[in-house]
């Protein structure tokens, strides 16, 4: 911590201190860190603030101290309040005087705030690739399975008939939006917060542009305050992780359901599955229940950012450290789970017969809006034909039928409309293939929808 202040440089209270230093969380930054430092070494050099030779001896001390965190990395030391400072440091140490003149025209506002953008866009990077090869495993599951049929639930009621395909492809389009919701993000943090100093800009006569173009910014500050008092796109990552999280943790629940010997549609490979310390029968999801949880974390940390941001005055003021931790936190949670749903799904094997037997069991009555179709295109108003069909449920139920168990004069009691081919209407295969809408469930509508995935990711999409 910066002492010089105050009277006789008497250190900090041990409580305030333990509170405010950030070195343990930070000093994963480094790399960020050095990266800046050199850009704007670089830059006070081509503006005449250094000489070339100071330039030289910076950038090369800079290396040495690249090269001390890479191999012997960052001791939690008392002393030091946080990454920043201990570049500065230790840079003094090998690099001499010269090391003083590092922070010309800088402030830790700036840095901090440059430091977070250049993380950013290494956990973006990592999020769309972790998001890829979930959609590959998807797609893979997909194309591996493309005749299996099970039962499309609403209200975790037995609704329609779906092949695995269609349901599968619904999370992808989830993850399709994640995954442009992560690129659309980084528009919004391309802006290099290097110049605006401490909030006011600087008296030096610096060019931004040249720390811009030279760590790939799209453009430099646009307004100093600005600068150093922005976090929005770290509440920004934080917001669209949660959301993936939240996709993820969808995916998770169904894992669980599918696995779960009620349902029993899936089985979960070994290396995917935990025992129970006391019953020796057990196959538990556990992987699939710590990716449904992981949305509750994510969102923590939004709120805990938003809230902390929410009245703040401008500019800069301490509470921002918060973003650091919200930051590094929500992209160490994805590396985790991306991996493990991917890794989830592309090891699932699915129980064909006992997917095909809930849709075909005769309680599921999954076929009864097919019927109502039918009297529909028989001239029936669709309201008076899902009546008729909702009282011949009924007495089915009663009798202990199902659909494909009446006989024509059965389904003419309650359905006098009901032609000659009525029965044909009550056959998977058929409401499948007559579902070719625009994304619905036909055959031919999913392996189109399936071509249009693989395609996007053999291009590098999305």
Sequence with gaps: MLRERFAGGSGPDPA????????????????????????????????????????????????????????????????????????????????????????TARSRNDQVALDLRLALRKFVGEARAGIRELLQALAGQARGNLALVLPLYTHLQRAQPVLLGHHLLAHAEALRRDAARMKDLLRHADVCPLGAGAGAGTTYPTRPELTSQDLVFSEPLRNSIDAVSDRDFVLEFAAAATLLCVHLSRLGEEIVLWTAPEFGFARLPDAWSSGSSIMPQKRNPDAAELCRASAGRTLGRFVALATAVKGLPLSYNKDLQESTAVLLETGDTLRQVLPAMAGMIAGITWDSARMRAAVEDPRSFVLATDLADHLVRRGVAFRVAHGQVANLVTWAEGARKGLGDLSLDEIRKHCPQAGEDAKSALSVEGALAARASRGGTAPARVAQALAALEAELAAGGP
Aim: charged content about 30%.
């Design 16 to 103: 305030f201190d333990a509170l405010n230093r950030s070195l343990p969380v930070d000093r994963r930054l480094v790399t960020e860190d050095l990266a800046g430092s050199r850009a704007h070494v670089r830059m006070l050099a081509a503006c005449g603030v250094i000489a070339p030779e100071e330039r030289d001896a910076l950038l090369a001390g800079l290396d040495q101290v690249e090269a001390i965190a890479r191999e012997k990395g960052i001791p939690d030391d008392p002393k030091v309040e946080d990454v920043h400072l201990w570049v500065e440091r230790t840079l003094a140490e090998v690099a001499g005087a010269v090391a003083g003149k590092l922070h």
